[in-house]
Nanobody
Framework: VQLQASGGGMVQAGGSLRLSCAAT????????MGWFRQAPGKEREFVAA????????YYADSVQGRFTISRDNAKNTVYLQMNSLKPEDTAVYYC?????????????????WGQGTLVTVSS
């Protein structure tokens, strides 16, 4: 599976961005999809995950209520809608795929990764 993330950019605090991650190869609907982020000097951290059908989602406490993960299996694409952005959301955002029924917050459990897209939130 190859993953291509896009949609990053620079936005002011309080603004919104929508990230997309397009998958090619494999059977997209069999993968749990996740979003992670990594700020300079920090470890990669879990942001959100979504199950096969899109009927179950899970969020890090830091983004709960502000971010929404969704997927369109017909388009082999997962999205991350980010609202009420804060400067501390600044990071490179990565999408990841896990060939499993169960999501996980540990990045080492994911099998495939996109190249990352930079999100910069100014105060």
């Amino acid at each position: 599976v190859q993953l291509q993330a896009s949609g990053g950019g620079m936005v002011q605090a309080g603004g919104s961005l929508r990230l997309s991650c397009a998958a090619t190869g494999g059977t997209f609907s069999r993968y749990v999809m996740g979003w992670f982020r990594q700020a300079p000097g920090k470890e990669r951290e879990f942001v959100a995950a979504i199950n096969w059908s899109g009927g179950s989602t899970y969020y890090a406490d830091s983004v709960q209520g502000r971010f929404t993960i969704s997927r369109d299996n017909a388009k082999n694409t997962v999205y991350l809608q980010m609202n009420s952005l804060k400067p501390e959301d600044t990071a490179v955002y990565y999408c990841a795929a896990k060939y499993s029924r169960w999501y996980d917050t540990n990045p080492v459990e994911y099998d495939y990764w996109g190249q990352g897209t930079l999100v910069t939130v100014s105060s």
